[in-house]
């Protein structure tokens, strides 16, 4: 976690020869193995090791106080975006690339990055094609936005398939609260008004000291560890189905990008909690019972912290439309688009004039007609 914990691995360029002709392999998401694009070799990905398939879940304070074996951590090439301040690693023959998160031009910084070795991954299900597929599809479901920019992206520049970092925290959590339980009652009173009577139903609410205890425990409370999108974007990629997280191999990053985490692991502990507190909150007032509850008070003991550094497949693509960045991500397993929505000032222009028009034909009929 520190620039004092010691190197215990080369970098790691994530390149793999093929057996057959020496070319790169890629992974390739349609039939789930490396292939070779030179000479069509294909080349299966071994099954993962360590107990558990080698999703083993690590100790939150041993991370902390940097006291994880030598073996969780590796040392990566990444690039610094200058202007998102996105970090990404690159194949170990590239030197120049296009920062994928806001397509600014960028040139590799080759020193090393020190971090949390990832302990599990989602593969990518799509390829390419069928992401650019569900990304212009959902451009043009959207009203109102540019034609050029749906065909720009239709035609436009590879998309750039990337993994992006999370972190995921288990917690055994014990709470104890106090509050009050609210129980609606009704009753019936006479009214007069504008010489007018009748009777109506006013509700009450009877309150009554609560106070107990509720426990929960969290498995896989997933959290963003990248600052380069916005969040909006991330959390409307989900659901993902973590119980297909395979154990981590760089195989499966063969011919991808990968993010640096960027978001501390205590950071997105932090988050993590948030989480976790508004759940043990709606246990609490389901504990509680009653019509209405009232909390002010839940203390929680958390123990049995444990956490992952996973990697998720988003493909993601940024284009400069009319002096304009507009950014897309597809979930690289389910093909669920979001990104910046755009509109066209013509066709707005236009639609607004189409319903003037219209107005004024409703309007001139209608006169005619009185």
């Not at 193995?33 to 070799?41: K, P």
């Not at 960028?106 to 799509?126: C, E, S």
């Not at 219209?358 to 009929?365: I, K």
């Amino acid at each position: 976690m520190t620039a004092e914990a010691p190197l215990v691995a080369p970098q790691n360029d994530h390149r793999f020869p093929c057996h057959t002709c020496g070319s790169d392999l890629r992974f390739d998401p349609a039939s789930a193995q490396l292939v070779c694009d030179h000479c069509g070799n294909t080349e299966a990905i071994g099954g993962g090791a360590g107990p558990f398939g080698g999703m083993v879940e690590l100790d939150f304070r041993k991370a902390l106080d940097n006291a994880l074996p030598g073996a969780e951590m590796e040392d990566t090439r990444v690039q610094s975006c200058p202007n998102c301040g996105a970090q990404f690693e690159l194949a170990g023959d590239t030197h120049a690339a296009e920062c994928p998160f806001c397509a600014t031009p960028v040139v590799t910084d080759t020193g090393p990055h020190r971090q949390i070795k990832p302990r599990g991954l989602l593969p990518f299900a799509l390829d390419q094609a069928r992401a650019r597929d569900a990304m212009t599809d959902w451009l043009g479901s959207l009203w109102f936005a540019p034609g050029g920019l749906t065909e720009y992206a239709r035609k436009g520049r590879a998309m750039d398939g990337i993994y992006v970092p999370y972190w995921t925290f288990d917690a055994q959590t014990a709470s104890s609260y106090t509050g009050q339980r609210g129980t609606h009652y009704y009753t019936t009173r006479t009214v007069t008004r504008d010489g007018k009577t009748r009777t109506i139903r006013e509700q009450h609410t009877r309150w009554r000291s609560a106070a107990g205890r509720v426990q929960r425990f969290f498995d896989d409370v997933l959290v963003l560890a990248s600052t380069s999108l916005p969040k909006q974007y991330t959390d409307g990629l989900e659901p993902w189905d973590l119980s297909e997280l395979e154990p981590y191999q760089p195989q499966y990053l063969a011919g991808f990008m990968a993010e640096g985490y960027q978001v501390a692991l205590q950071d997105g502990f932090t988050q993590a909690r948030g989480y976790m507190d508004r759940m043990i909150l709606r246990d609490v007032k389901f504990d509680i019972g009653g019509d209405e509850q009232r909390v002010t008070n839940v203390q929680t003991q958390v123990s049995a912290v444990t956490f992952k550094h996973i990697l998720l497949p988003v493909w993601m693509a940024a284009y400069k439309y009319n002096g304009q960045t507009y950014r897309f991500v597809v979930n690289g397993r389910t093909g669920r688009v979001q990104g910046e929505r755009p509109y066209s000032k013509w066709k707005i222009a236009f639609a607004v004039l189409l319903g003037l028009v219209f107005a004024l034909t409703v309007g001139y009929f209608y006169a005619m007609n009185q």
